[in-house]
Structures are given as C-alpha cells and as structure tokens.
C-alpha cells in the first residue's frame, strides 16, 4: 500500500493552460519522496491538490489507502505541511507561537517542547522569532508541520534560499524525523544535488508530466545507461572508421569520440584495437553520468 498515490491528476487554472496534465505520483509508506522539476514544473500545484488547498478537476487521491474525497477531515489530521511561509509572529518566541496553534489543535503542552526538542529548538528561549536566522524559521515551520503529530509530512521546497549550513540541519532534522518516527516525507526541489543525500524514491515532473518516477538506485541506473564513453585519439576519423562494428553510433562531439556506456571489458577491447590498427589513445574517460545531467536531459534542458 502507498502511503500517498495520485492517479492521472490533471489541473488548469482559469488561463487555459493545462498545469499537470497526467501526474501519477506513488510514495511508499516510510519513504523520504523527492519531487523534482524546474520552476513552473507543477510541484506547487500538485501538493496544493493533494492537501486539499485546490479544487480536484480531475483524477484520484488517495492518503493513508483511503480516498481524500471521501475522508478529507481523518487524512489531514494525520498530515502536516509547509507550502510556502508559515505565518509566524515575530514578535513572540518559538514557544508562544506554538502555544496558539496547540489550542486550535488541542494536543497537549508538552507536545509543544517535544516538537522544540525534536527540530533542534528547545534551548531558543525568549529569543523572538524576530531575531531567528532563516534556517531556525524553517525549523520552527517544521515544529508547527509536526505540532498534531502526522505520520506523512508534505514539504515545498523548504530548503529555498537556507545557506549550505542550513541545507545539511534541514537534512539531518528530516532524516532523522523518517528514521526515528516513522514519518512519510514528500519533499519537493528543484535541486536534485540538494536533496539527493536525503531521499530514498524520486518523482520528476517537467510542464506538468512525469518524466520518471522509481528509486533513488533507479535513477542511478540510468544514469549508468546514460552516461557516455568519450575517446581523444590523434586520428579521430580513423578512429571512427575502426569502431564501426564495435560501436556503430559513436560520433564525434567536440574534438572528441563520444560512444554510448559499455562495460569496462569493452572499453579496453576497443581500447587494444585502436592501438593496434595504430591509433594513438591520448584520452579516455566517461561523461554524462552525473545525476544532475540527467535531471537536465530528462526535462529537456
Ligand atoms: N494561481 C495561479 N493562477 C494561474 N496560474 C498559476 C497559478 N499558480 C501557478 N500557476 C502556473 O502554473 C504553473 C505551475 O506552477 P507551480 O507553482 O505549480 O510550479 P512549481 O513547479 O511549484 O514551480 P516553482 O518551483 O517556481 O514554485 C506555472 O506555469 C505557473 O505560472
């Protein structure tokens, strides 16, 4: 069972224009989801529809294996989110801040240093929100995300704009809130370099499609698949002309021989034969295969 599945989720705000068009998410149960596209992908839009911020046009949610529709009021007592900025009140500490929303939810004060305790907060104080870095309102919004105690927590990019600090305690708090809690993460960037230390299964959205969803090792695997092997030669036609059999769409790609990924046997075999037809093999190596590259090819650049 997904802890969260969207079937053929489709949206169109009163522009016209087809938002998502087809976003079929599925998020296991325990998992830290990322939710990757450019800005204007979708991401915002489907995490709206998924907590119920928008009207469905289109599609099906399910939560918790039940459908949204149907349970709306259960599901969001057990899901916690941060889409956009919170509202925080300067003026009050991190403790009075909670302190109001722990009567519209009705949980216990001690709930209140628990969440502290748990975003790394307790020792803050009398300190205003006023005085609190970037990093520790990102903190705080966590705390309030977590102050009714979800089990799936729906996070928008909330590392925007947190200093390379900030990335990693953000990393750590999550990690922890999914390894010792329990907790469901689906979190959404538009880095994969950020978030590729934290997350466990990976969807990618571009112009309101998925273009992949799997594993964190899956898309590792294409990354192999899509990686490329290139050669510097001193006679690259030459070259070009003896690899016909052995690597028929290898083509040359800026002063150098690119050839889609082989296996290391391979590449000495066309390494050997090079050399023995008198080639001379200047450089070798592999390019292409890094995750980022790949977000990129997937959405088109
Ligand atoms: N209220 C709205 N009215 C009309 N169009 C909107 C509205 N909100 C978003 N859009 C459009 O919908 C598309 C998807 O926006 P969305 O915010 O969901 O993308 P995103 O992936 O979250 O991007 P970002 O990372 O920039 O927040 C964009 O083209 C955006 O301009």
Same mark, same amino acid.
């Given at each position: 069972?997904?802890?969260?599945?969207?079937?053929?989720?489709?949206?169109?705000?009163?522009?016209?224009?087809?938002? %998502?068009?087809?976003?079929?998410?599925?998020?296991?149960?325990?998992?830290?989801?990322?939710?990757?596209?450019?800005?204007?992908?979708?991401?915002?839009?489907?995490?709206?529809? !998924?907590?119920?911020?928008?009207?469905?046009?289109?599609?099906?949610?399910?939560?918790?294996?039940?459908?949204?529709?149907?349970?709306?009021?259960?599901?969001?007592?057990?899901?916690?989110?941060?889409?956009?900025?919170?509202?925080?009140?300067?003026?009050?500490?991190?403790?009075?801040?909670?302190?109001?929303?722990?009567?519209?939810?009705?949980?216990?004060?001690?709930?209140?240093?628990?969440?502290?305790? %748990?975003? =790394?907060?307790?020792?803050?104080?009398?300190?205003? !929100?006023?005085?609190?870095?970037? #990093? /520790?309102?990102?903190?705080?919004?966590?705390?309030?995300?977590?102050?009714? =105690? $979800?089990?799936?927590?729906?996070?928008?990019?909330?590392?925007?704009? %947190?200093?390379?600090?900030?990335?990693?305690? /953000?990393?750590?708090?999550?990690?922890?809130?999914?390894?010792?809690? +329990?907790?469901?993460?689906?979190?959404?960037?538009?880095?994969?370099?950020?978030?590729?230390?934290?997350? &466990?299964?990976?969807?990618?959205?571009?112009?309101?499609?998925?273009?992949?969803? =799997?594993?964190?090792?899956? @898309?590792?695997?294409?990354?192999?698949?899509?990686?490329?092997?290139? @050669?510097?030669?001193?006679?690259?036609?030459?070259?070009?002309?003896?690899?016909?059999?052995?690597?028929?769409?290898?083509?040359?790609?800026?002063?150098?021989?690119?050839? $889609?990924?082989?296996?290391?046997?391979?590449?000495?075999?066309?390494?050997?034969?090079?050399?023995?037809?008198?080639?001379?093999?200047?450089?070798? #190596?592999?390019?292409? +295969?890094? @995750?980022? &590259?790949?977000?990129?090819?997937?959405? #088109?650049?």
């Amino acid at each position: 069972m997904y802890c969260l599945e969207t079937k053929d989720i489709f949206h169109r705000y009163s522009n016209d224009d087809v938002v %998502l068009d087809g976003i079929s998410l599925q998020v296991p149960q325990g998992s830290i989801y990322g939710f990757l596209g450019p800005n204007g992908a979708g991401k915002t839009t489907t995490l709206r529809l !998924i907590l119920g911020l928008l009207r469905k046009q289109r599609g099906a949610i399910s939560i918790f294996g039940k459908s949204f529709d149907a349970h709306r009021t259960e599901i969001l007592r057990n899901v916690g989110s941060l889409i956009e900025s919170p509202s925080l009140y300067d003026h009050l500490t991190a403790t009075e801040n909670l302190a109001l929303l722990q009567k519209i939810y009705r949980v216990s004060r001690e709930r209140i240093d628990k969440v502290l305790e %748990l975003v =790394g907060l307790s020792g803050t104080g009398h300190k205003k !929100i006023s005085q609190f870095s970037l #990093g /520790m309102k990102q903190r705080l919004s966590i705390a309030v995300a977590l102050l009714h =105690g $979800p089990s799936l927590l729906v996070l928008d990019e909330p590392t925007n704009g %947190l200093d390379p600090n900030g990335i990693v305690e /953000m990393r750590d708090l999550l990690k922890r809130l999914n390894r010792e809690d +329990g907790i469901t993460i689906v979190i959404s960037s538009h880095l994969l370099s950020e978030i590729e230390k934290l997350v &466990t299964h990976v969807g990618i959205v571009h112009g309101g499609r998925m273009m992949f969803q =799997g594993t964190l090792d899956e @898309l590792r695997l294409k990354r192999q698949q899509m990686a490329a092997v290139t @050669l510097g030669t001193n006679d690259d036609r030459q070259a070009l002309h003896i690899l016909s059999e052995d690597a028929p769409n290898a083509r040359i790609v800026d002063g150098r021989i690119v050839m $889609p990924a082989m296996s290391n046997e391979q590449i000495a075999g066309i390494n050997r034969r090079l050399v023995e037809r008198g080639v001379d093999v200047h450089a070798l #190596g592999i390019a292409g +295969g890094d @995750l980022e &590259t790949i977000f990129m090819d997937l959405v #088109g650049r």
